[in-house]
């Protein structure tokens, strides 16, 4: 009998752990970081009031639209305020492409106070490449949108959006694509520099 595919649901608790792991040790000890996904079908305000409990912090959920997101992740260095970053999860597949990234920048600016996201391929099979042509092609001219900023005349704000893109192996590891040319998170160290540096709700 066949073993059934597993879906891109069936790794967010995966991803959500390395990712807790990893931008833990970027941040350094006085940070407290946690993941939370949409597993349970919970939207982004749901997810972020999750993340609130589970560090502490006064529940913000109603600040954010109730868009159906993939992976958030939460951090906090004890000032009470929170910091967040948006995972994009797409395959098991081949590759991504500019469909795929465009729908995760969308998202960011939809989510509005969320200022740093990932677009993550988890991998099917032996790949040459986790991007397609047409993404790769954007990266390599250096024109690819991965630093940029938004001001919002209806909300009275300025946003500062850092994003990259990354590939999982299952049951391995987390591989990122070098966008440092363009100021893009290249790293777990760009990504937790990138989350610092964000707007705090």
């Known amino acids: 009998m066949?073993?059934?595919?597993?879906?891109?649901?069936?790794?967010?608790?995966?991803?959500?752990?390395?990712?807790?792991?990893?931008?833990?040790?970027?941040?350094?000890?006085?940070?407290?970081?946690?993941?939370?996904?949409?597993?349970?079908?919970?939207?982004?305000?749901?997810q972020i009031d999750q993340i609130c409990r589970q560090l502490g912090l006064p529940l913000s959920g109603n600040l954010f639209t109730a868009i159906l997101t993939d992976v958030i992740l939460g951090a906090t260095n004890g000032d009470g305020k929170l910091r967040l970053a948006m995972i994009e999860v797409k395959g098991p597949a081949k590759s991504v492409g500019l469909v795929d990234y465009s729908q995760m920048v969308g998202y960011l600016q939809v989510a509005q106070r969320i200022e740093v996201g990932a677009l993550l391929l988890i991998e099917q099979g032996a790949i040459p490449s986790p991007v397609s042509g047409d993404l790769k092609k954007l990266i390599n001219s250096g024109r690819l949108l991965v630093n940029w900023s938004i001001s919002s005349t209806a909300?009275?704000?300025?946003?500062?959006?850092?994003?990259?893109?990354?590939?999982?192996?299952?049951?391995?590891?987390?591989?990122?694509i070098d966008l440092k040319s363009m100021s893009g998170i290249s790293g777990w160290t760009d990504l937790a520099n990138a989350i610092k540096s964000s707007t705090p709700i």
């Open 155 to 176: 909300f009275e704000e300025h946003r500062n959006f850092n994003a990259g893109v990354c590939s999982y192996v299952p049951g391995g590891f987390i591989d990122w």
């Open 2 to 46: 066949p073993v059934p595919r597993q879906n891109e649901r069936s790794h967010y608790n995966a991803l959500g752990s390395i990712f807790e792991i990893e931008v833990r040790s970027s941040l350094g000890s006085d940070w407290a970081v946690c993941c939370v996904n949409n597993t349970g079908h919970s939207n982004l305000r749901d």
